[in-house]
């Protein structure tokens, strides 16, 4: 189907303009659930991706910060974001939106190319429009249609909708949620304030008690507890950086008393500031991979800069990205690497950690700095070869001993817990989806520790171990032996579409599996790492999966 090219829209700085074509690559309505593969990870967006709430509640996050949706407000996701949708509520819909943007070729103007919008394309992030909601569930309907005329109407319509974004005017009407992100904002601005429940209240516009009551419904905790939480965390990256005194340090967080500051860090981290002081005196940062943080965690060793992102290192980034004073940059691009490679060297740490497949030029920089510790390749039991080596170096073996005992011990309950009264245990084939195609899921680390140590059993036909790159067919999905399937399904948008026309296929609903119900939806994190810690919330998860004391559905 060919596109009029439309009048160009450049950035904000003078370029020369270049013609372009719009086109809807997909548009659909997503039920947003409790704990749907949605809300799992941060989606990359591969195009550019229009977000608008059809109906329920939902809350948005561009990157790591949150934002309630509301009704004919449209968000605007350039492609390479990241973002993840989350509620509470059943019956949440949000439409979803792709549009790709095409160049001429420099090469050949006759042919055109893809292109990257937030490169050639000025666009507001966010613009409210009174009829936003109902004009993208009549562009979903179109797209969905078999009619050739109406699908070429869902595309008019999705670039009409795009153009008022580019031309909509700031919102003129006051809503109760722009209040709420304004006064949260505030809060994360000036930590060292006394903020009273009155002064945050009227940033947002509300009364004292209805702003309470909604803040703490929408974000999951009070204002005060927020406050605390962004004084807290500042507290921490200025204890664990040298030249600041505790009583400085409480003053610039907005505690005119270093005591009373003691005490509600005591209550809040369940030690005190000394102590906490203390314990990361080792200054140990971890290099480029998340496994890196897998390792160093069991030996409760917190590091002093890690690679954190939203999407990548999600789960270490909520849990402990308050307790790491440097976030590093994470990436595979060239100049990601000499960021994070340039950070190490000003902070000059003690050690670094790295993983096996750390490039020699890379080895070579960083050792200049630091003391190096590389962990080994995932393969069958390196896990406890890398902790052992790890500990070794930073002389804390009785602290690896002790966890590994522990781990074990664990690991051998769960067997226990998954054999069946026959002594058998389920058959699960681990598969991961990549666009359009499913191939195998799991390194030889972590499908060795499953499969021999869990003693889950592996269905007859099935992809080797070492190597992620093998097809996984439809004659392995549907084996008499194959009783579960683990899908890891990567979260980009292209994908996330041939996946949404995957299980409404007939082919797809007719696998045993699928109408047995024990279809289970795994995430990257930590399925696609290889660390001491994966493997404890790999444990967790199977257990919860397969355990006959907890029934398995469709997830």
Not at 70 to 88: I, N
Not at 137 to 156: G, K, M, P
Not at 363 to 373: D, R, V
């Amino acid at each position: 189907m060919n596109f009029p090219q439309m009048a160009p829209i450049t950035t904000q700085a003078t370029v020369q303009a270049h013609p372009y074509v719009l086109q809807l690559h997909h548009a659909d309505i997503q039920h947003i659930q409790p704990q749907t593969s949605l809300s799992l990870t941060q989606i990359m967006a591969t195009h550019m991706t229009i977000l608008v709430l059809i109906e329920g509640e939902c809350i948005l996050k561009r990157e790591n910060d949150p934002y309630p949706m509301r009704t004919d407000t449209v968000y605007l996701c350039h492609s390479g974001s990241t973002f993840a949708l989350s509620s509470e509520h059943m019956d949440t819909q949000v439409a979803m939106l792709h549009l790709e943007l095409y160049l001429p070729h420099p090469d050949d103007p006759r042919q055109l190319q893809s292109a990257t919008d937030s490169q050639h394309l000025y666009f507001p992030t966010e613009a409210t429009l009174p009829y936003a909601s109902a004009k993208c569930q009549q562009i979903c309907s179109a797209f969905r249609s078999t009619h050739v005329l109406h699908r070429w109407r869902a595309q008019i319509d999705a670039i009409e909708l795009l153009f008022e974004v580019a031309t909509a005017k700031e919102k003129c009407t006051f809503q109760q949620e722009d209040g709420l992100v304004r006064a949260r904002n505030y809060i994360a601005d000036h930590p060292q304030q006394a903020h009273t429940l009155e002064q945050l209240s009227q940033i947002a516009g509300l009364s004292a008690k209805h702003f309470s009551d909604v803040f703490k419904k929408t974000y999951g905790q009070s204002p005060h507890e927020y406050m605390t939480e962004i004084r807290l965390t500042q507290a921490k990256q200025l204890m664990l950086r040298s030249g600041y005194k505790l009583k400085d340090i409480a003053h610039e967080v907005g505690y005119r008393d270093e005591f009373y500051f003691s005490r509600v860090f005591k209550k809040e981290t369940g030690i005190s500031p000394s102590t906490y002081i203390h314990k990361r005196k080792q200054k140990v940062a971890a290099y480029a991979s998340v496994s890196t943080l897998g390792y160093l965690l069991p030996l409760d060793i917190v590091p002093y800069a890690a690679p954190l992102h939203p999407k990548w290192s999600g789960y270490y980034l909520e849990r402990y990205g308050a307790d790491i004073p440097y976030h590093l940059e994470y990436g595979n691009s060239y100049q990601q690497t000499h960021t994070a490679i340039r950070q190490l060297e000003e902070l000059k740490p003690d050690w670094i950690v790295c993983s096996h497949d750390i490039q020699a030029e890379e080895y070579t920089q960083l050792s200049q700095s630091a003391q190096m510790i590389t962990l080994p390749a995932p393969q069958r039991g390196s896990w406890r070869t890398g902790l052992y080596q790890l500990a070794e170096q930073l002389q804390m073996n009785e602290e690896a001993k002790q966890w590994i005992n522990t781990f074990d011990q664990h690991t051998a309950r769960v067997r226990t817990l998954l054999t069946r009264s026959d002594g058998s245990r389920p058959t699960v084939l681990f598969v991961r989806m990549l666009h359009d195609q499913l191939y195998s899921l799991g390194s030889a680390g972590l499908l060795d520790y499953v499969y021999n140590e869990l003693g889950i059993q592996r269905p007859h036909d099935t992809p080797a171990d070492d190597n992620e790159e093998d097809i996984v067919t439809w004659d392995q999905l549907q084996a008499s032996d194959v009783e579960h399937i683990g899908i890891l399904i990567r979260q980009d948008s292209e994908t996330l579409e041939h996946w949404h026309r995957l299980r409404q296929s007939s082919r797809w609903l007719d696998l045993p599996v699928i109408r047995q119900q024990q279809l289970h939806i795994l995430s990257s994190s930590p399925w696609r790492e290889y660390s001491p810690t994966a493997l404890t919330r790999v444990r967790e998860e199977l257990i919860h999966y397969l355990s006959a004391k907890s029934p398995c559905a469709i997830r």
